[in-house]
């Protein structure tokens, strides 16, 4: 499994980024496949996961109304659409995936993916 990432960059507070993340190689469909981001000095934090077998989305509470993940599953493809962002969401964000079909107590531990991206910058400065 081969997961590519595009779309990171600069922006000022309360501007907008999307997040494409395109994944090659799966061979079921029950996979969880989502971001986690990591601030500099700090651990990988949970940002948003969508389960394709549930069709369910999850975001973490500092994220909540502000990011929305979406996928096409015809091209294996998630987005994250971040908008109204903050300074504390700059970081390096990762697209994760998990090829098993993760119960909702194990989105948020990086453990649980076993396939993740290269990471793509996020900065919120003004």
């Known amino acids: 499994v081969q997961l590519v990432e595009s779309g990171g960059g600069s922006v000022q507070p309360g501007g907008s980024l999307r997040l494409s993340c395109a994944a090659s190689?799966?061979?079921?469909?029950?996979?969880?496949m989502g971001w986690f981001r990591e601030a500099s000095g700090n651990q990988r934090e949970f940002v948003a996961v969508?389960?394709?077998?549930?069709?369910?989305?999850h975001y973490s509470d500092s994220v909540k109304g502000r990011f929305t993940i979406s996928r096409d599953n015809a091209k294996n493809t998630v987005y994250l659409q971040a908008n109204q962002l903050k300074p504390e969401d700059t970081g390096v964000y990762y697209c994760?995936?998990?090829?098993?079909?993760?119960?909702?107590?194990?989105?948020?531990?990086?453990?649980?993916?076993?396939?993740w991206g290269q990471g793509t910058q996020v900065t919120v400065s003004s």
């Open positions: 994760v995936l998990s090829e098993r079909s993760l119960i909702v107590s194990l989105l948020r531990s990086p453990t649980s993916y076993k396939y």
């Open positions: 190689g799966i061979t079921g469909s029950n996979y969880a």
């Open positions: 969508f389960r394709r077998n549930y069709g369910s989305m």
